[in-house]
Every structure is written in structure tokens, then in C-alpha cells.
């Protein structure tokens, strides 16, 4: 792996103030969101028809991916307005819509009293979910990693994102497990509690200033246009980012829903138990997170996702040999960790990839690529892995896993970081047999230089390449 070399620059207090409250925000946003997700075993029967057991599962295979399918209208929606109006506004309206479902979650009827209309209500509250998330899961990430502009420490900041995202989802199962011990409805005190946490993070979320990089933008957008080079790499790195993001939901699933389906139907855990196990996977992933963003300040970030991915190739197929030999408590969480800690996301590369986008565009780039590809793989991962598995056995999830794997490498290698623009084109022109002039070579040359001695003047390098 490629060393990095970079003295550490401290964070300034009023940075660190923001990164707080965005922060903290992000866990109760997510505690709301993963309420449903670890509680879908529990909480999704309460809605579902109990004739057809096919009807039944189908249905909650759908109200699981039903919050990922509004995404791509959202992603159009909160593009547009964290482009034009600020990543704050949409920071503080997507928690307040969080707020609201959770609070009625608990109040809708059970099937036994109003039928379908109890499955469609729960259906309708998930997608307003998903529509609220889209804005929030990458308005944050884009805040932090303009916010504290600073290598290596940027990494750290940013990998902060996905851990909260992770510690919401851990006291999302605690909270629930501990519900469920004293009362089988015990799930909606979860709920009310998650909405009045949502709708206290809210009003705490327009106390935040807009990042430097945005008002910057704002006040003079015409030096802000994309360089040539940029809008050269705009359409492949869009597709990249759509590449590196199809894996995620996969897993998640996996890791998640078929996992706990295994442990309850096949292991015969229960609820609590279950429960405990995804708990003992969240804290794993984050001290995993806190260990990739610290390799950061010493090597390439997509070096270590280029590790990772490979030890997945093989660490998957062998995990899955062994649960095929024996399916016990032991071997499916060692086989869930494992698809979880290889293929789960792209950090700690994240504040890497959405510098690489231009500032006028950057939320809706970023977003509509991780909302497109999440909504078609939530969409269909879990209709997928029911077929398969049914079809296949384990060797159809295995299949699943391996084949969204070889994407998400091939998608490592397909992205342009802005740092490697220059030199990228500089090879692909010479690679077509493009006649180089004096001017592009010096362009190139310049720009190498610059680099390695000017780093602290991102500004002025930024105007050779618009040249």
C-alpha cells in the first residue's frame, strides 16, 4: 500500500462544534431508521396477513425495502435544495420527517383490526423514512467533509459519520431489546422514544452555519465552475460511485434480515438473543470504521479498501463452506462479520470521493448515485436472496455476495480521485494517441510539482488547471 505522509493540523473549536451537533443528529437519525430494521422481525408480523406464510414474507420483504425506493425522488429533491439552498436546511427538515413517522409508527392499527390498510399505512411510513434519510445519510457526510478540510484528520471526521450511523443502529437494538423483555408491544415505547430524541435533534440542527466551501460558492459562482479536467471525469466517477455503492445494501441485508431469519428459524434463537447478536456485529463494525479512518494517515485510502475487498474474495467462499458443514450461533455471526467488515462501505475513502465532484453539484451527484443504487439493490436484495436461496441454497447468497463484490473492485479502480485527475487524463490523451503540445506537457509537469512542494496552496493549483 502507497504510505502517506501528512502532519496532522488541528481541529478549530468552532469546527468541532458543528461536527458535534451534525453528529449527533446523525445517531438519532438513525436510531429512528434502524428501529424498524433490527425490530422487522418483531414488528413487521404486527402488520402482515397470517394466512399465506409466502403472502406474508413477501410483504415484509417489501415494507423492509420500501424506505430505499423513494430514494431517487429524494435524491432529486434534497439535491436541488442542499445545491441551492444549503446542506443545513436539509439537515434540519430530514429529522424533523423522522421525527414524525416515528411518532405514528406505533399508532397504527394491527392487520387483525383494519386489514391491508395497516400493511399500506407501515408501507407509507417506511417510504417517508426513506425519503428523509436520503437527505440526511449523505447531507451529513457532504457537511463533514467540507467542514474540516484538513489531511489526514478528514478521515477520521468522516468515518465519525458512518460510526454514529452504526452506535444509533447499536442502542436501536439495545433500547429494543430491553422493550421487548418487559412487554411484546414493548417496540412502541422504542418508537416514541426515537421521535421525541428526532424532533429535539431538529431544533438543534438550526443552530449550524453553512460550510466555508458552499458560502464561497454562493457568493461568487462563477469562479466555482468545474475545471476541465473535472468535467472530463464528472460522468465516469458517477458511475463509479454507483458501482461502490450496490454492494452495501446486499450485505446489510445479509448481515441483518437473512441473518436473524437464520439464527431465529434455523439456530432457534430468540428475540433478545438475536437482538444481542446484530449488537455484538454494530460495535465490531465501529471499532473496525476507527481502525481504517487511523490507516488513513499513513497509507491510501483506497489502497485499504483495495486489501479489504481482495480478503473478501477470500474470506467469504471460506466462511461459507463452513456454514454449509454446520449452521450454529458461532458460524453465522462469524459468516455475517465477515460480509459486514469486507464489503459493507466504501470508507475510509468517503471525504476523498465527494471532494472529487465539483462544489455546484456535489449534493446532487453524491446523493443520486447512492440513491439510485440503493433503491434498485433494497429493492430487489431482498426478493434476490429469497429466490436464491430457495433455488440455490447458500451457494446462491454466496453467488450474490461474490458477483456485487467484483463491482464494487472494479469500481475501485474506475474512480478518478481530484488529486490523480491531471496525471489520469494526462495518461488516457497519451494512451489514444493524442498529440501532446508544449503547453499540456508543462500543464501536466507543473501540476506534479505543485503537489509535491505547494500543497498548501489548493487555491492557486486550482487555477493552473483551469487554465
Known amino acids: 500500500m502507497t504510505k502517506v505522509s501528512v502532519e496532522p493540523k488541528p481541529i478549530p473549536l468552532e469546527e468541532k462544534k458543528a461536527l458535534g451537533i451534525v453528529l449527533t443528529g446523525n445517531f438519532l437519525e438513525y436510531f429512528d431508521l434502524m428501529l424498524f430494521s433490527h425490530l422487522a422481525f418483531v414488528v413487521a408480523p404486527y402488520f402482515m396477513p397470517k394466512t399465506d406464510p409466502l403472502v406474508a414474507k413477501l410483504l415484509a420483504i417489501l415494507t423492509f425495502s420500501s424506505s430505499f425506493v423513494i430514494r431517487p425522488f429524494a435524491a432529486l429533491f434534497w439535491g436541488y435544495i442542499g445545491d441551492n439552498f444549503g ?7 430530514t429529522t424533523l420527517i423522522m421525527a414524525v413517522t416515528c411518532f405514528l409508527i406505533p399508532n397504527i392499527p ?16 417506511r417510504v417517508l423514512q426513506g425519503f428523509s434519510s436520503a437527505g440526511e445519510a449523505k447531507g451529513a457526510e457532504i457537511f463533514v467533509a467540507e467542514i474540516v478540510p484538513h489531511f489526514p484528520k478528514i478521515f477520521l471526521a468522516s468515518a465519525l459519520v458512518p460510526i454514529t450511523c452504526d452506535l444509533g443502529g447499536l442502542f436501536a437494538t439495545l433500547l429494543g431489546s430491553l422493550c421487548l423483555s418487559f412487554s411484546e408491544e414493548g417496540w412502541k415505547v422504542c418508537f416514541y422514544i426515537g421521535a421525541a430524541i428526532a424532533f429535539c435533534s431538529s431544533i438543534s440542527r438550526k443552530k449550524l452555519r453553512e460550510t466555508k466551501d458552499f ?13 476541465a479536467v473535472q468535467r472530463f471525469f464528472e460522468r465516469r466517477n458517477f458511475l463509479a ?17 437473512f441473518g436473524s431469519d437464520l439464527l431465529k428459524d434455523t439456530v432457534g434463537l430468540s428475540a433478545n438473543l438475536i437482538l444481542f447478536n446484530n449488537s455484538a456485529l454494530l460495535m465490531i463494525e465501529i471499532v473496525f470504521l476507527f481502525a481504517c479512518a487511523r490507516l488513513a494517515y499513513k497509507y491510501d485510502p483506497f489502497d485499504i479498501l483495495k486489501v479489504r475487498t481482495y480478503l473478501s474474495f477470500i474470506l467469504m467462499p471460506l466462511m461459507f463452506v463452513v456454514l454449509s ?8 455471526f462469524l459468516t ?3 460480509v459486514l467488515l469486507s464489503t459493507a462501505s466504501f ?5 476523498v470521493v465527494i471532494r472529487s465532484f465539483g462544489i455546484q453539484t456535489r449534493f446532487s451527484r453524491y446523493s443520486k448515485a447512492w440513491a439510485f443504487a440503493k433503491a434498485l439493490m433494497y429493492l430487489s436484495t431482498g426478493y434476490l436472496t429469497f429466490y436464491f436461496h430457495r433455488w440455490f441454497g447458500m451457494w446462491g447468497i454466496l453467488a450474490l455476495l ?11 479502480y474506475a474512480f478518478v480521485p481530484y488529486s490523480k485527475m491531471s496525471e489520469t487524463y494526462a495518461r488516457l490523451k497519451g494512451a489514444k494517441g493524442h498529440k501532446w503540445s508544449i503547453k499540456e506537457q508543462d500543464l501536466t509537469t507543473d501540476y506534479r510539482m505543485a503537489k509535491q512542494e505547494l500543497s498548501y496552496l489548493p487555491s492557486q493549483l486550482k487555477k493552473w488547471v483551469e487554465k
Open 241 to 257: 460511485l454507483v458501482g461502490l455503492n450496490l454492494i452495501c445494501p446486499t450485505a446489510f441485508y445479509f448481515a441483518y434480515s
Open 347 to 351: 470508507d475510509p475513502a468517503t471525504p
Open 215 to 227: 458560502l464561497n460558492y454562493c457568493r461568487d459562482k462563477k469562479k466555482s465552475k468545474p475545471t
Open 110 to 125: 394491527p392487520y387483525a383490526e383494519i386489514g391491508i390498510y395497516s400493511t399500506i399505512l407501515i408501507i407509507g411510513c
Open 325 to 332: 458443514m454446520q449452521t450454529s450461533h458461532l458460524t453465522v
Open 402 to 412: 461474490m458477483f456485487f463484490s467484483t463491482i464494487f473492485c472494479i469500481s475501485l
Open 87 to 93: 446542506r443545513v436546511v436539509v439537515l434540519s427538515y
Open 336 to 338: 455475517q462479520l465477515i
